[in-house]
């Protein structure tokens, strides 16, 4: 009687190529996982700064002329008062030393997680002008990301 061979198993060349396809798109998945955690980040500190953003400007339209340091003392921008109509020239007025935490308001440097700049010209309204930058320890020029926005406020 003739024997039939039987092929129940695979041989290890047939194991090696597996394992190694298989690492293969693992190590792939793993790469594209890493971008992915990133660009999550830098997506989260961007629609952070964005809402920082929309509520200084927003609290700045309601009240364009009144002082908020008393009732808002960490507020960061100062008061637009129409008769200051050269109160920043053209370029951007750069404020040493002024840092955001993650509510919008001045904290130190230290405890800062976006630095901030801003201009204002004013006119019959004004233009604003605002910068937010991260890390804040760093400078501007050196920032990880930024966010900037220009809108105008009219004056009641």
Known sequence: MKRLKSSQGFNLIEVVLALGITSFAIMS????????????QESEKMTEASNIGSFLTAVRKVSPTNNLSSTFPRFPLPEINQEKANYVQASMKIL???YLDESGLKVSKEKATYGFLYNISTNDSSNLYLMLYWPAQGSVLTAAGKYEMVTQIAFH
């Open 29 to 40: 998945v793993m790469g594209l996982m890493v971008f992915g955690v990133k660009t999550n």
């Open 96 to 98: 040493e030393g002024v």
